[in-house]
């Protein structure tokens, strides 16, 4: 059975920082590219950063030079850091972790729960 866990949300001040976590069980963790994404209330998902299982990454402009996404798959767990945080990063942080087979092109997409991030004074 699958299972992706987020953790490390909480209430951060402006400015502050803080580090989400998300581990995942049940897969071949090493081949899976991770995602974060967000969702604040009212607004759709939105993708944040990704980081592919050769370890590129990728951001979402708005987040780029503040936020960083890493690996660690001896750990099953991808991490995003966040700094110099503003009041229009609150939402809910998403982890997804996706594959597709190259031999039938099937694709396996794996969703935690949410952490919830608050950035407020």
């Known amino acids: 059975q699958v299972q992706v866990v987020e953790s490390g949300g909480g209430l951060v001040q402006p400015g502050g920082s803080l580090r989400l976590s998300c581990t995942a069980s049940?897969?071949?963790?090493?081949?899976?590219?991770l995602d974060w994404y967000r969702q604040a209330p009212g607004k759709q998902r939105e993708w944040v950063a990704g980081?592919?299982?050769?370890?590129?990454?990728n951001y979402v402009d708005s987040v780029k030079g503040r936020f960083t996404i890493s690996r660690d798959n001896a750990k099953n767990t991808v991490y995003l850091r966040m700094n110099s945080m503003k009041p229009e990063d609150t939402a809910v942080y998403y982890c997804?972790?996706?594959?597709?087979?190259?031999?039938?092109?099937?694709?396996?997409?794996?969703w935690g729960q949410g952490t919830q991030v608050t950035v407020t004074s």
């Open positions: 997804n972790a996706k594959f597709t087979s190259g031999a039938d092109a099937r694709r396996y997409d794996h």
């Open positions: 980081i592919s299982s050769v370890s590129s990454t």
């Open positions: 049940g897969i071949i963790f090493a081949i899976y590219t």
